[in-house]
């Protein structure tokens, strides 16, 4: 159950900071208030989440995955360039998620 909860602290990250982008510097109001609730669904689930996780695996799925989900969105929703560097960049985000949660010989 702790990675449905981080699974939706993910989520409601990549929520917020979209928000941030479409708050335009806080002169939209409603991306502006998106801002605050989003991150504050996500902080409050992430801290749900980390009853049954450890925190240093937690907290690199969460980054990790926020930060190529938020990738992804920037490149097909805000047509930011989609860089062979930015690309091969992600990728090593997701092997250090990925190595981190093999846990090869640990408890």
Known sequence: MSYIYLIGAIIFEVFGTTCMKLSDGFSNILPSI???LFY????????????GID??????IWAGMGTAMITAIGIFWFKEPATAVKM???LFV??????????????
């Open 94 to 107: 997701v092997i250090g998620v990925v190595g981190l949660n093999l846990n090869l010989g640990g408890h």
């Open 55 to 60: 925190v240093s695996i937690a907290y690199a």
């Open 40 to 51: 504050g669904i996500s902080f409050a689930l992430f801290t749900i989440a980390l009853k």
């Open 34 to 36: 998106g801002i605050f």
């Open 88 to 90: 091969v960049s992600i």
